[in-house]
């Protein structure tokens, strides 16, 4: 293109949607001259009216987008609101509540099982951000969530897990343990008692933390309830091991897709870890990029 690709980027303000929406960005702007509008939804909200109307308060004065990207409930009627009245390509990521048919494209995981289209891109997990760096080498971070409705939670096996794969590592290696805001109090305070200066408090991580530590490091290990950090480990060209939990009672599409990922060899188990300590090689994921590049095919 001759002119910058303009993008305006409805965000919803949920960190989960806005690393997806920034993911794609940010591919996109590798690949061609890109002019990124950030629109915050939570200012004003836009309505059906406002579509019905064929207007966008936000749009005023803005250059007309050739894309509209959105994640999230949240930002479907203003996705289709902010078409209507400027134009451009209303991309949707993940499965919308909305009919597929009234936007462009959808970008969905995989394991939502929308059926592929020319207008559907399914994705191995949801995108992300994250980056390959430089990477250390012997390096290995250990990333411990906690509760959700995908498994269930034991604090005594999370705790063995990460004690064997500890006890396991050669000597030289550099690695550290982080929590996060799911992880209960009592488990986070025996990790900072059991690991001393190992232990790094999601609480205390600076802006960017986990972003540039995932990037330098080779091997991640992973709890099992922390799907978004399994995907973010491999686009950053990590080794990834996951510390297992059982899946709660129910169908889970979430952790069918997370067993799609053992089954292929990208995640390897505590269980096979533990049957021979070694792990399937890297497996990096680009999933933005390759997104881009179809999107980029079709405009």
């Known amino acids: 293109m001759s002119e910058p690709l303009v ?39 836009v309505g059906w009216l406002d579509y019905l109307l064929g207007r966008f308060p936000h749009g005023v004065a803005r250059q007309r987008p050739d894309l509209v990207i959105g994640a999230g409930h949240g930002t479907h009627v203003a996705l289709l609101a902010a078409r209507r009245a400027a134009g451009g390509c209303a991309v949707a990521l993940m499965k919308p509540s909305l009919p597929l048919s009234l936007f462009d494209f959808v970008i969905a995981p995989e394991h939502d099982g929308l059926p592929e289209s020319a207008g559907v891109i ?49 000597p030289g290696t550099s690695w550290r343990i982080t929590d996060s805001r799911r992880t209960p109090g ?62 709660a009672a129910g169908d889970s599409r979430v952790m069918r897709g997370m067993a799609g990922l ?8 505590f269980g096979e870890w533990s049957r021979h300590h070694r792990m399937f090689p890297a497996a990096r994921l680009d999933e933005a990029g390759r997104v881009a590049d179809l999107l980029l095919s079709k405009l």
């Open 7 to 45: 993008i305006w980027r409805l965000t919803d303000g949920k960190p989960g949607h806005m690393q997806q929406t920034l993911g794609l960005v940010q591919a996109l702007s590798a690949r061609t001259p890109c002019h990124v509008i950030d629109i915050d939804l939570a200012r004003e909200r």
């Open 122 to 170: 399914n994705t191995v997990g949801v995108l992300n951000p994250m980056q390959v760096g430089e990477k250390k080498p012997d390096s290995q971070l250990f990333l411990i969530g906690g509760p959700s409705k995908h498994v269930l939670w034991n604090d005594e096996a999370v705790l063995a897990q990460l004690d064997a794969l500890v006890a396991a590592l050669p």
């Open 186 to 247: 009592l488990l986070s305070a025996i990790l900072r008692e059991r690991f001393g200066e190992r232990f790094q408090p999601y609480a205390d991580c600076p802006p960017g933390w986990l972003a540039e530590r995932l990037a330098m490091t080779e091997t991640v290990w992973v709890s099992a309830d922390s799907v978004s950090m399994v995907y973010e480990s491999l686009t950053a060209g990590c080794r990834v091991g996951l510390i297992e939990l059982p899946p």
């Open 262 to 269: 053992v089954e292929t060899q990208r995640v390897t188990p």
